[in-house]
């Protein structure tokens, strides 16, 4: 079992900057599929980027491309804390983001059934 907090949202300005993070109990974190959604209010939960172990301590992350060159994901596997690093924040970012776990290696990193642990969700407001 894996259990899984976000913390770090809040309301910024467009052009602003927040770091999430997602803490997790349980598994064996440094080996673990890890990734992040948001959800906005009337729509579907998307993928944002997603960390993938492949080996030694070699991770390769992906993105979606509404936030390519402006969020970066990274991990703290010492303290098993996934962080989201969100830059040049537009209105349409505005969501609650989700961290999510998949215990079992996947080819599939932006799907959302891929995931087996969900967190609460943090919610991200960013103003015009």
């Known amino acids: 079992q894996v259990r899984l907090v976000e913390s770090g949202g809040g309301s910024v300005q467009a052009g602003g900057s927040l770091r999430l993070s997602c803490t997790a109990s349980?598994?064996?974190?440094?080996?673990?599929?890890m990734a992040w959604f948001r959800q906005a209010l009337g729509k579907e939960r998307e993928f944002v980027a997603g960390?993938?172990?492949?080996?030694?301590?070699?991770?390769?992350?992906t993105y979606a491309d509404s936030v390519k060159g402006r969020f970066t994901t990274s991990r703290d596997n010492a303290k098993s804390t996934l962080y989201l690093e969100t830059t040049n924040l537009k209105p349409e970012d505005t969501a609650v983001y989700y961290c999510?776990?998949?215990?079992?290696?996947?080819?599939?990193?932006?799907?959302?059934?891929?995931?087996?642990?969900w967190g609460q969700g943090t919610q991200v407001t960013v103003s015009s």
């Open positions: 999510a776990a998949s215990p079992t290696p996947s080819e599939s990193v932006t799907t959302h059934s891929t995931y087996v642990y």
């Open positions: 349980g598994g064996t974190f440094s080996r673990t599929l």
């Open positions: 960390s993938k172990w492949i080996g030694s301590n070699v991770y390769t992350n």
